[in-house]
């Protein structure tokens, strides 16, 4: 079930493979016994050999020490690296292109940078408990004060905020009426965790609610310019549905491998489980539905790199989220249910993959979010538009 890619795409999915299978796959188990957290001597093998293949330089130009590569390229290397439970993966930062044009040169010197070269780790405040799903309705706050701002509010689900070095953090500019996002250096007077809820997944990064009350931060920390507004977490949006549909493919596809390599030798009545037709048909929706998704990512994928216009950027990552996300969604149920009880078991991937792609249906917009922004396009320039 191949689909065709350029050289480069070919280069990059065999290196990611490889290095799922060798340095993360092998320790899923011990990660999900202990709390998703790997020893240090193999957390920083993992992040050693992550640099050297160059994944935290993908997205960034070859003028500041990127590699530049197509968004083909990047896709077949999520879809590769997701194929690994517990965010093995995780184990780079990742700078993305949108920053070149949202950052100042100080910006990018002080903290996109040292995300590249492997020295620092950032998070996004976003989400706030009142407005949820919708970001347009922030109630953070930043007032100008002296030459800098002192900002306001409390944000839910800070993923990775235990690991980085950084905030991303949205608020409501009073000046201008409107939105921007502030860089907030982790330890900085009046940032206050309050508290780390566990999830069903288990990971080393973790989610916790933040408290920031009248934080200052200098001028320079504000990114871009009064008007922009939600325009970098916009393409920040983009970026990560476009990737979680490339993870949902890999994910399916190891889902799809184990369930069938379980299903050719599990005898049942005195046959391999593979025969009989119940099981058949499970894997026979599974493996056309992730080959659909595969073409519509990789699809969307060349439609980045053929630079076509934004808002049909915006609808397709939008769909692909959607669609590869409850397809792998699907997948893993089925997964479960043809290994049985082993499927039940904390140790089996269908099980880990059964609770952790449940969160790619609801966060960076949930499905329905997304079926109202296609269906949002769909009403205002008609399917030829989109
Ligand atoms: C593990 C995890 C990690 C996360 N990481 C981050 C992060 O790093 N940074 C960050 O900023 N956020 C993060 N989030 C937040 C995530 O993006 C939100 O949870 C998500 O956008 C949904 O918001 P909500 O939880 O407030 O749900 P709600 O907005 O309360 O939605 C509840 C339900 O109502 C539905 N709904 C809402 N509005 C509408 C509507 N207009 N029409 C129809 N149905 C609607 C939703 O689809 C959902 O089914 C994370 C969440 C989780 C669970």
Known sequence: ???ELSSEARQWQTMARDFADEYLQPHEVEAEHNGGVLSPELTARNKARAKEIGFSRMDMPKSL??????????????EQLGR???AL???FAEPQSWMLEACSADQLQRY???LMRGEAHDCYAIT????GSDVAALSATAVRDGDGYRLNGEKWFVTSANLANYFWFQARVEEDDSDALFFIDQGTEGVEIIDTPTFSHTYAAHHPTYRFKDVWVPA??????????MAYTRAWFRRERLMIAARSCGAAARLIEEASEFARHRMVGGEPLIDKQAIQMMLADSA????ATRLMTYEAANAHDRDEPLRSLHMRCSMVKLYASEMANRVADRAVQIFGGRGYMRENVAERFFRELRVDRIWEGTSEIQRLIIAGGLKKRGLEGM
Not at 128 to 131: A, C, L, Y
């Open 128 to 131: 706030e408990e009142g407005p």
């Open 65 to 78: 020490g990127g590699l530049e590569l197509s968004i083909e390229s990047q896709v077949a290397v999520w």
């Open 1 to 3: 079930m191949d689909i």
């Open 220 to 229: 320079a920390n504000r990114v871009g310019k009064a008007g922009d507004d």
């Open 112 to 114: 996109v940078l040292p």
């Open 89 to 91: 993966a995780w184990c």
């Open 84 to 86: 690994v439970t517990n």
């Open 288 to 291: 056309t539905e992730l080959w």
